[in-house]
């Protein structure tokens, strides 16, 4: 069987996920979820500020390590990215760990360049800062 994507904003991922505008796109593969991607609105100040007009923040890109390079990862990133330009947003972004250079080559084949803005998260682990237009 082929993957499916599906993209969800149901009440209970909207109040878990954050807020009324985050929308999730999960990556199956017969009954069983084998990645997602979460975008939302961003928010000026790290998250902590107003929310960026045309900004969409995207977050949880994951895909189970057993299904790496069969192509899911890039199907999420599309996904997300299209459902992000259908909801209006213009510009995108998102953080990984700065050795995280799967991810990198991922974010980087669909578009996404480093930011410039680098530091570390809440476990002291360096992240980087990417973005793209939509």
């Known amino acids: 069987m082929g993957n499916e994507m599906t993209t969800s904003s149901d009440g209970w991922r909207r109040s878990l996920l954050r807020?009324?505008?985050?929308?999730?796109?999960?990556?199956?593969?017969?009954?069983?979820i084998v990645g997602m991607a979460l975008g939302m609105?961003?928010?000026?100040?790290d998250g902590a500020g107003p929310p960026v007009p045309g900004l969409c923040h995207i977050?949880?890109?994951f895909v189970l390590p057993a299904r790496?390079?069969?192509?899911?990862?890039?199907?999420?990133?599309?996904?997300?990215?299209?459902?992000?330009?259908?909801?209006?947003y213009g510009r995108a972004?998102?953080?990984?760990?700065?050795?995280?250079?799967?991810?990198?080559?991922?974010?980087?084949?669909h578009g996404f360049r480093r930011s410039?803005?680098?530091?570390?998260?809440?476990?002291?682990?360096?992240?980087?800062?990417?973005?793209?237009f939509l």
């Open 116 to 132: 410039g803005r680098e530091e570390d998260d809440d476990l002291g682990e360096r992240i980087v800062r990417y973005e793209r």
């Open 93 to 109: 972004q998102l953080w990984t760990h700065a050795g995280n250079l799967r991810a990198q080559r991922l974010y980087e084949s």
């Open 59 to 61: 977050s949880l890109v």
């Open 19 to 32: 807020g009324d505008d985050a929308f999730l796109v999960v990556a199956g593969d017969r009954s069983a």
């Open 68 to 88: 790496w390079g069969r192509g899911i990862g890039g199907r999420i990133v599309d996904a997300i990215v299209v459902e992000a330009r259908s909801r209006g």
């Open 41 to 45: 609105q961003g928010l000026a100040d």
